[in-house]
């Protein structure tokens, strides 16, 4: 049973940054993807960012191409999210789930495919 928990959000102002970590315990194996997500008030949860920790895989949604940047320290079992250049449509609550299955060349985006959630980090973005 994986567990994963998830800091680093707070507020931010337009144009500014945060760092957000999602460290993983309790599960064994070394193949697996995390992604981020992220829920705004009133809107559907969406896919932001993805790593495969099988082999270094990742991919990022349209919106966040370019601005976020998603890494991962396999020693400690965590994954981060740089969000740069923030805007008040980042405003969202971000959560890190982990899909337990081996991704090769790609990593899951989708919140259907996921088997474990952390509880999630506000993120606010204001002027």
């Known amino acids: 049973q994986a567990q994963l928990v998830e800091s680093g959000g707070g507020h931010a102002q337009v144009g500014g940054s945060l760092r957000l970590s999602c460290a993983a315990s309790?599960?064994?194996?070394?193949?697996?993807?995390i992604g981020w997500f992220r829920q705004a008030p009133g809107k559907e949860r969406e896919g932001v960012s993805c790593?495969?920790?099988?082999?270094?895989?990742?991919d990022y949604a349209d919106s966040v191409k370019g601005r976020f940047t998603i890494s991962s320290d396999n020693a400690k079992n965590t994954v981060y999210l740089r969000l740069n250049n923030l805007t008040p449509e980042d405003t969202a609550v971000y959560y890190c789930?982990?899909?337990?299955?081996?991704?090769?060349?790609?990593?899951?985006?989708?919140?259907?495919?996921?088997?474990?959630w952390g509880e999630g980090t506000l993120v606010t973005v204001s002027s």
């Open positions: 789930a982990l899909a337990s299955a081996s991704y090769r060349n790609t990593c899951p985006m989708r919140d259907i495919v996921m088997d474990y």
């Open positions: 309790g599960f064994t194996s070394s193949d697996y993807a």
């Open positions: 790593i495969s920790l099988s082999d270094g895989s990742r």
